[in-house]
């Protein structure tokens, strides 16, 4: 496959998986930072290699409307350039940014994910009526597919 710009990049991580977008060259934007310091994260442009840290690529599908690619790569610029460059897990990560480049939103399927989760958790441990508590969980919807990719040519 060759990795053309604006593609949403995903990488598997223990727990989570790493999101950026990008940029041609071997280059992509991102959200980075030392794990024991993410607050200190930034946006940052790295290699392919520096990106996925040993793990596997993926490259996110979306089965709704996406930006065309110039828009997706100009607007990483911009959020490299510092638009948009404080880092929170829950309200400003690495997959925020790169749903905000490709589709125009500033979203993360974890966080929905993660949030909805909880949020069940809590509706079932104060004994919250069954039928709630399956609407949370149908509630989750993608609207894309990640895609092992299994070799690559840099675009």
């Not at 940029?23 to 392919?48: L, Y």
Request: glycine share 10%; proline share 4%; with cysteine.
């Amino acid at each position: 496959m060759e990795l053309l710009p604006s593609y949403h990049l995903v990488a598997p991580r223990p727990g989570f998986t790493h999101h950026g977008i990008y940029m041609g060259h071997g280059e992509v934007i991102h959200f980075t930072g030392e794990p024991a310091r993410k607050r200190e994260a930034s946006i940052r442009r790295t290699n392919v290699n520096g990106f996925l840290d040993g793990s596997q690529l993926m490259v996110r599908e979306y089965y709704v409307d996406i930006l065309p690619a110039s828009e997706t790569c100009r607007l990483a610029r911009e959020l490299l350039d510092g638009r948009q460059s404080r880092y929170h897990l829950v309200a400003s990560n690495c997959e925020h940014l790169a749903t905000f480049c490709k589709v125009g939103i500033w979203d993360s399927d974890q966080v929905r994910f993660h949030g909805g989760t909880l949020a069940a958790g809590l509706l079932s441990a104060i004994r919250m009526d069954p039928a709630i508590l399956l609407g949370t969980l149908l509630a989750y919807r993608r609207d894309f597919v990640d895609v092992v990719v299994g070799s690559y040519t840099l675009g």
